[in-house]
């Protein structure tokens, strides 16, 4: 059936799993039809699609250092852009956005923005020049261009705290779905995750990973757009939800200043369980201050151009103009999704407070509310509670809470969609934590082990060594990852959050100075790689222990404290110290343009 | 003084940098120094308020159409200065 390179063969082998998905689709909703139960369902989901993962990955499986760091270099445009869109787009994105954007409306939305702007900077200052370079690594990077193993090693720091910082908040979404698709406990389920994300990467490392995020995405994007679709059709909304929600979005509004937004007393609040939380702010409306909507969308452009995982997707393409092309797909690939959160947040709250709709709870009595199945259901999995808090019989907007996750995993059972949808969706957020945790699990391993180990503690290793060194790493980190996951520190997006500022803080200048100014050097990167995180970080531990804070940047901004401090100190050290020497420069003139040879060698 | 074949690469390079980003911070931060102004407004694309569409959807379109430009734009500058990469390398 299929003859000749696997990579000439792309478009082909992914059509026909992509058919072979669909008509899984289709044999589940059949199933269910002839009464499979719904916890069958979740599970045949979710087991299907990791297992196929896992053969991709087992299929991939490499022991050549240029295919384990960088898929070989030869990963096509399109392609690299859909594994790239699965990389970026983790469990936040999609099992949490809808829920932030549900509850905090447009004050939210700057994170659409920021991590689809965010794609400029890392077209335009970084990505095609970083693979001219050649790096297997992003640190990689920071210990040539500035020269020495500081540079080397501070570049590490970073990546790893970032890093890690993103992946326990992914592996802690893995553990959620596969508890509530599987039905066993989070503390398990997060092991689970775990075991699945290693199955895809361990073996053959950006290789495996790119061919899986490419699944992966087809899977998550299917299991996002579908249901949303068919609610939208479902309750007479608009055929095509993005450009036709317009009266939905008024008639939300209408509500909100028919309901208002009463403030619960401290007390009643403290009977509702730990991490649900009530609408309180404008859907549509301008909610919160200019500037604190322009902040958090510049760090997250910002983190966006400095998280490793994200950079070293595009050193797997085979040339510079495809590495900028690529750029450009894979922000397509994700405006895909990212333009359907907010209809889906517009949907599920509409369809909730509407007391014209069938589903619309509030202004029900409570025991009827109390009494719906899907109510019981999320009820029961801690992601929805109503009390009667004024105690007239009846449910008011400010009785009705709801866990982030359960905008996106309960809506298509609210709405009254066949079982088979939430099984999809359960598959869906499943493939987008995993297709993140397999990236930056990999950043990290790689960045240890090539960085760290090879560069500067064993320079003589061989091959096959390095990789199984690469390979221990990969399943420590994420065991370390899995177990403080399991502790439940953070939510999801609250971590996320933090990781592109750490990020930002550490890596954004010295990166784009790296580029952009000839006259940074060594010692500049490495007081702007280490000054910058650590004031980000004390700024975030301050701000964290009652301190005012100043700019109004906030715990969740900042990395703007990191990242000015990291600019204004790489300058002033760079100044006062040497030029960077005559081979450096002549490398710099060398890696702005596209042609001619990488800088480092295939194989370094 | 004339300046060699790679400096004018860069200049251009560098000129083209700015343009992008210029548009990039309009969409991206510029705009939304206006939030209530842009809700006020009476111009509603497909109905939403200008303030919520642009955050939902129009700045992104406007990101994803401005990396496709950008990266045929620095084709042409890397073709004229024939900088391009050689397919068979």
Redesign the interface.
């Known amino acids: 059936m299929i003859k000749g390179k696997f990579i000439d063969n792309l478009p082909k082998v992914y059509g026909i799993y992509t058919g072979g998905f669909i008509g899984f689709i289709i044999l589940m909703a059949v199933a269910e039809q002839a009464g499979m139960s719904a916890k069958a369902i979740g599970i045949a989901f979710v087991v299907f699609t990791v297992a196929i993962y896992a053969v991709i990955g087992w299929l991939s499986r490499t022991l050549q250092m240029d295919a384990y760091y960088v898929a070989g270099r030869q990963v096509p445009t399109v392609f690299n852009g859909m594994a790239t869109a699965a990389d970026w787009m983790s469990g936040a994105s999609f099992v949490a956005m809808a829920g932030g954007i549900y509850f905090k409306g447009y004050g939210y939305m700057a994170l659409l923005v920021g991590w689809t702007g965010g794609y400029i900077l890392v077209s335009t200052l970084l990505a095609p020049y970083l693979r001219k370079f050649g790096c297997y690594t992003v640190p990689d990077f920071v210990g040539t261009r500035y020269g020495g193993n500081a540079a080397r090693l501070s570049a590490v720091l970073v990546l790893t705290v970032a890093s890690f910082t993103y992946v326990t908040a992914q592996i802690n979404a893995t553990g959620t779905i596969a508890s509530v698709a599987l039905d066993i406990p989070f503390k398990l389920a997060v092991y689970v995750g775990l075991a699945s994300i290693l199955l895809c990467s361990m073996l053959g490392g950006m290789r495996a990973v790119t061919w899986t995020q490419v699944a992966q995405y087809i899977v998550l994007i299917i299991a996002y757009l579908l249901p949303v679709f068919w609610i939208s059709n479902k309750m007479g909304a608009g055929f095509f939800p993005h450009l036709m929600l317009g009266d939905e979005v008024a008639r939300i509004a209408e509500l909100e200043s028919q309901f208002g937004f009463v403030k619960n007393s401290a007390a009643d609040l403290a009977t509702v369980p730990k991490g649900l939380a009530g609408i309180t702010k404008a859907h549509s409306s301008v909610n919160g201050t200019n500037w604190g909507f322009i902040s958090l969308a510049i760090c997250m452009m910002a983190g966006t151009a400095s998280l490793p995982h994200v950079m070293m997707r595009y050193f797997t393409t085979p040339s510079v103009k495809s590495a900028r092309r690529s750029v450009a797909w894979s922000l397509l690939f994700i405006f895909i999704l990212y333009s359907t959160a907010p209809m889906l947040a517009t949907l599920s709250k509409l369809s909730l407070i509407d007391p014209n709709l069938t589903t619309g709870i509030i202004g029900k009595s409570i025991t009827d509310v109390q009494a719906l199945d899907w109510y019981q259901n999320w009820n029961q999995a801690n992601l929805m509670f109503v009390s009667d808090f004024n105690g007239n019989g009846t449910l008011e907007l400010n009785e009705f809470f709801m866990g982030g996750k359960a905008v996106v995993l309960a809506t298509p059972e609210i709405a009254g969609l066949p079982y088979v949808i939430s099984g999809l969706v359960a598959a869906g957020g499943m493939a987008a934590a995993m297709s993140t945790a397999d990236g930056l699990v990999l950043a990290i391993a790689n960045a240890l082990s090539h960085d760290l180990y090879y560069k500067i503690i064993d320079p003589k290793a061989e091959a096959a060594k390095r990789l199984i060194v690469a390979r221990v790493l990969l399943v420590l980190i994420g065991f370390a990852g899995a177990t403080i996951a399991a502790m439940g520190i953070q939510g999801i997006l609250g971590s996320v959050i933090w990781a592109f500022d750490f990020a930002m803080s550490g890596l954004f200048f010295p990166l784009v100075l790296g580029v952009w100014w000839k006259r940074a050097n060594g010692p500049g990167a490495v007081a702007g790689m280490l000054l910058g995180l650590g004031s980000g970080m004390a700024y975030l531990i301050w701000v964290r222990n009652g301190g005012s804070g100043f700019w109004g940047i906030t715990q969740l901004t900042f990395g703007i404290v990191g990242a000015l401090v990291s600019l204004v100190s790489m300058v002033a050290v760079s100044l006062a110290t040497a030029a960077p020497d005559a081979k450096t420069q002549a490398m710099i003139d060398e890696l702005r343009i596209p042609s001619g040879k990488t800088i480092l060698g295939k194989q370094h | 003084m004339k300046m060699s074949k790679?400096e004018q690469?860069?200049d251009k390079?560098r000129g083209l940098?700015f343009v992008?980003?210029a548009i990039?911070f309009v969409?991206?931060?510029g705009i939304?120094?206006?939030?209530?102004e842009?809700?006020a407004s009476s111009f509603?694309p497909?109905?939403?308020?200008l303030?919520?569409y642009m955050?939902?959807?129009g700045?992104?379109?406007a990101?994803?159409i401005?990396?496709?430009w950008?990266?045929g734009r620095?084709?042409k500058i890397?073709e004229e200065?024939?900088?391009?990469?050689?397919e068979d390398?």
Request: aromatic share 30%.
């Open positions: 790679q690469h860069w390079t940098l992008t980003l990039w969409f991206s931060i939304f120094f206006f939030g209530t842009m809700e509603k497909f109905g939403y308020p303030s919520y955050t939902c959807q700045s992104l379109l990101f994803v401005l990396n496709f950008f990266a620095q084709e890397d200065f024939g900088f391009t990469e050689r390398e």
